[in-house]
C-alpha cells in the first residue's frame, strides 16, 4: 500500500472524528421556565470541550501528517499501529461528550476528566509507539537519511506530549475544570507557531 | 505540507459537516391524533434552515478552494487559521438545529436566531483572517503575483460577506424570521453566478 | 475548479450520506415481553429501507461519476447546479427513516411513502437539471465532441429515470409497500450490467 | 471508472463506518445512587465491541485496498460487487451496538450476538464474491498476470475467513460472550504481521 493511501484514509477517519465533536453540544430541548440564553451559557462545558478536543485533534492531524509525509514506504506494523492510533483519536467525540455532559455536576466530574485525559494521553501513546515503530526500528523506509541522534530527539519531543496529559489525569481528582484547562494549554502550545516550527523543523 | 493535502482534509470536515445538517431535521415520532402530513408541515422551519445552512456551507467551500488554489505553499499559521476556520464550520449542524427548534416558539427564538447569524459571522471573521494573512502579510505564497491593491479589493470583499450576518444578529431582536431570511438571501446571493464570477475572477 | 475537485467533493458527501444510512435502523430498546429476534423481525421495514436507499444512491454516484467525468473543465452553473443535487442526496437518510418508521403504522405510511420516492423524484430533476446544463448549454465543456442528437439521446434516458419515481409518489396513496417496491426496481434495473452498461457506453 | 475512484469512494465509506462506530458507545446519563466510575464499567461491552469491530473494520479495509489495487481496470460487476460490500460495512455501526446494548442481559444476547457475528460473516461472503470475480471471472483486469492456481489459492484464503464467522454465529447459542472473543480473535489473528503478511504476498 502506498503512503499516499494511508494519508487519505487517515485523513477520512481524523476529519469524520472532528466533526462529530459537534454532535455532542446539544441543543436545549426543554427550558424549565429559563430563557433559552440562559439553557445556552449553562451548556459552556461543552463549547469548552469542543473547542479544546477540535484543537487537540486537529493538531494531531498536522503531526500525522508531517510524520507519514517522512515516510517513502510502509511496512504491515506501520498500518496497524496507525489503525490503533486512529481507533484512540475515532473514540474522542465519546470522551469529549463525557467531560463536558459532567464537568460541574456534583457526582462524576473528577472520573469524566480522568477518562478524557487519559484518552488523550492514550492517542499520545499510540502515536509515540507509531514514531518509534518509524524512527528507531525502520528507519531506512524514510525518504531521507536522519542520523540517529536526530530520530531520537525527534521521538523524545514526540512521547513528551504524554507527560501533560498524564499530570492532566491525576489533576482531574484535585479539579475536573484543571484537567480541562491542562489539556487546552496543551493544544494551544502546540499550535503555537514557535513550538509547532520546531516540530516540525525536526 | 502541501496545499493538496490541506484542500483534501478540508473537503473532508465541509463534506461530513454539510452531510451531518440533515440528521436534524428529525423524523416526527408522536403525532398527537394529528395527520404525517401536519407533523411535517409543522417543521417546516427545520426544512428551511437545513437549505439556508447547506447554501451557505457549499458557497464557503466554493470560495475555500478558490483561495487555497491560490496558494504554492502553506505556512504553519495557514494551517492553523484554517484550522479555526474548520472549527467554525463544523459547528453549523448545531447551530442549524438551534434555529430549526426554536423558530416559532414563543420563549428563544431571538435568541437561536442571533447564535445562528453569530455562527456564520464567526465563520466569515474567520475566513477573513484566513484570507488576510494569505493575501496582505504572506503574498510571497500566491501562485502568481498579484498587485497589492488587487489583493486588498479581494480581502475587502470577502471581509464585506460578515456585514449582512451582523446585520442578521440584530435583525433577531425584531424578528426570528427576518434573521433566517437575510441568512437565505446571502447565500443565495453569493450563489447568484454573477456575484460568485466576480468573486471567483478576482 | 478542476474536476478532480467538484468529484472529490461530492464523492465525500455521498460516502457520508450512503453510510448515515444505517444510523436510521436503531437497536431495540426495550423488547416489551417479546425476544429480541421478534422486535428485530418487527423492525423489517428499516433494513428493506435501508438496502434500497443505500442501492439508489450508490446507482447515483456511479451515474454521477459517469457525468463529470465526461468533462474537462466546469462552470460556476455546474458547481451550483451539482450543489443542489448533494443538497438532495444528503437528505435521503432522513427520508429513509421516515419511510421505515412509518410503514405498516395505521397512521401516517402513505404521506412517508409519498416523501420517500418524492425525494428520489427532486434527486432525480436535480440530476436531470444538471445532466441538461452540460449536455445541451455548454457541450463545449465536454472531454469528447458527442454529436447532438447523441447528446438528446443521453439527456433522455437520465430524465426518464424520474418517471418510475413520479409513479411511486401517486402508488404511495394505493400502498406505501408498492412505493418501497417500485423504488426498489427502479435501483435494481439500473445495477443490472445490461442497464447500466448501456448508461455507460452513451 | 478508473480504480483511483473506486478505491477513493469505499475508503470514504469505510473510514465513516469505522468512525461512526464510537457514536454507540454513549455517554451514561443517570447514574441511578451508583459512580460514574461504576456506570462507565457496567459498559465495558460496548468498549469490548468497539475494538473488535474497529479492528475487523480497519483490516477489511487493508485487504479491500490490497485486492483493488491488483486491478487495472474495473468493469460494472466489480462496482456493483464493491458496492454489496460496502454495504454491509456500513451497516457494521448497528450491528456493533446491538451486541453491545444486549451483551449480558437476561434477553436477548443470543439473537444480538449471532446477528453480530452474522453480519460479519455476510460482509466475508460479500468479500469474497468480489474477489472471486476478480481473480477467476475476469483475471485480465489485473495488473500482472498471475497463474489460476495461485488466483485459486488467494481466493481459498479470501473466503476461508467466513469460516470462524459461521462458526461464532453457531456459538452464539451457546455464549453471547464466546461468539465476541472469537470474533476478536479473528480480527487480532488477521492483524499479526505473519498472517496478513502472508495475505499480502499472496
Not at 96 to 109: E, H, K, S, V
Not at 165 to 172: D, P
Not at 183 to 201: D, E, I, K, N
Amino acid at each position: 500500500m502506498g503512503v499516499g493511501r494511508l494519508e487519505a484514509f487517515s485523513d477520512g477517519v481524523i476529519a469524520v472524528a472532528i466533526t462529530l465533536l459537534a454532535l455532542q453540544i446539544g441543543v436545549p430541548d426543554h427550558l424549565h421556565g429559563h430563557s433559552l440564553a440562559h439553557a445556552l451559557l449553562a451548556n459552556w462545558s461543552h463549547y469548552a470541550a469542543y473547542v479544546v478536543s477540535f484543537t487537540t485533534i486537529g493538531i494531531i492531524w498536522i503531526n500525522h501528517h508531517a510524520m507519514i509525509s517522512r515516510l517513502k514506504r510502509i511496512d504491515q506494523s506501520i498500518l496497524l499501529l496507525n489503525l490503533v492510533l486512529l481507533m484512540t483519536i475515532a473514540v474522542l467525540p465519546f470522551a469529549t461528550d463525557l467531560i463536558a455532559t459532567y464537568l460541574g455536576r456534583p457526582t462524576g466530574q473528577s472520573t469524566a476528566a480522568a477518562v478524557y485525559a487519559g484518552c488523550f494521553m492514550l492517542m499520545g501513546v499510540a502515536f509515540g509507539a507509531l514514531n518509534r515503530h518509524i524512527l528507531i526500528r525502520r528507519a531506512e523506509l524514510l525518504e531521507e537519511r536522519v542520523p540517529l541522534a536526530e530520530r531520537r530527539q525527534i521521538l523524545r519531543r514526540a512521547i513528551a506530549g504524554t507527560i501533560p496529559y498524564l499530570a492532566a489525569v491525576g489533576l482531574a481528582f484535585v479539579s475536573a475544570y484543571l484537567t480541562l484547562i491542562v489539556c487546552g494549554v496543551v493544544a494551544v502550545y502546540y499550535a503555537l507557531p514557535a513550538a509547532s516550527r520546531r516540530a516540525f523543523v525536526d
